[in-house]
């Protein structure tokens, strides 16, 4: 997932970038990602707790 782990790395060190810009970088909330690939979910993330600690989104 290159768009979400390089999403991911622009928030957490912003101090190292001048723009941050994610074009189709599959930001998704883990509700959306587990009704489109619950395998995903499941074998990657296992709880919310861990998919909200490596989302960009909740940056």
């Known amino acids: 997932m290159g768009g979400f782990g390089a999403t ?15 074009w189709d970088g599959a930001i998704h909330s883990r509700s959306t990602l587990k009704s489109t690939r619950p395998s995903i979910v499941e074998q ?16």
């Open 8 to 22: 991911k790395i622009g928030f957490k060190f912003p101090e190292y970038f001048s723009k941050i810009i994610s």
């Open 44 to 59: 990657m993330f296992v709880s919310e707790t861990n998919f909200n600690s490596h989302s960009p989104g909740s940056r």
